[in-house]
């Protein structure tokens, strides 16, 4: 029913089973990879919806196929540990992945992240959104809500589903400072349980995308409150 692919990546055939039961429970399609070589090649392969990536695999493990992976895409990554560790939590956002589950889980609330990150990537602008500018500008920041694209000057930025929204956020409301909070609510409309390290490592990734580009101080961190947009000035090369 769910024309999406998801891919499966654990070399535990029993953690597999148990995610790939709650996902055709839930009508998505799936693949399985039981290692890191295997999920870079069914992923080029079945060009995924979204990933289920286990940190712990043999040989190539989890953190080098998201480092892989993101040369080259923004299929967004939903990364499996069994490690409750604060230190692979963040090095892996920071890598690009878009949420972090530890085992063990719970195959619904598996799913209902799976269903989160989708609708952030694929749902269309319209409802709410509709009411909103499509297009948000600042500076030499413009953001496209109906093309999900972001450039900075004339340069293109590649942005994750979750960063597009942090940034959208700061955008449609330039004057305002937002609580980690705030950031949360907005952007995480339907997740749970996600920290605040969790919106300070994406803050970072979005400020080296852009600083890529060649702007600056597109956020500003306001000390004790949170984050507010910034001038978004481009450098000239």
């Not at 790939?20 to 998505?28: E, G, I, R, W």
């Not at 995480?188 to 979005?206: A, L």
Request: with cysteine; proline share 5%; net charge negative.
């Amino acid at each position: 029913m769910q024309d999406k692919t998801i891919l499966v990546v654990d070399d535990d055939p029993a953690i597999r089973d148990v995610i790939c039961f709650a996902l055709q429970k839930a009508s998505y399609r799936y693949e399985v990879a039981a290692d890191g070589k295997e999920a870079l090649d069914k992923a080029t392969l079945h060009d995924p919806a979204l990933i289920v990536l286990d940190i712990g695999l043999p040989e190539m493990d989890g953190l080098d196929v998201c480092r892989h992976l993101r040369r080259t895409s923004e299929v967004p990554i939903l990364f499996l540990s069994a490690r409750d560790d604060e230190i692979d939590r963040i090095v892996g956002l920071e890598l690009g992945a878009d949420d972090y589950v530890t085992k063990p889980f719970s195959p619904r609330e598996l799913i209902a992240r799976v269903g989160a990150i989708l609708k952030r990537y694929g749902a269309p602008v319209q409802d709410q959104e509709s009411k909103e500018a499509p297009v948000l500008e600042h500076g030499g920041l413009r953001l496209d809500k109906a093309q999900r694209e972001v450039t900075a000057g004339e340069a293109p930025v590649s942005m994750t589903a979750i960063e597009f929204d942090i940034l959208a956020t700061l955008l449609a409301r330039p004057k305002i400072v937002f609580s980690r909070e705030q950031i949360l609510q907005q952007a995480y409309k339907d997740n749970i349980h996600v920290s605040d390290r969790t919106i300070d490592s994406h803050v970072r990734n979005i400020r080296a995308k852009l600083t890529g580009a060649g702007c600056r101080d597109a956020i500003e961190t306001v000390h004790g409150v949170g984050f507010r947009l910034g001038p978004c000035r481009i450098e000239s090369a």
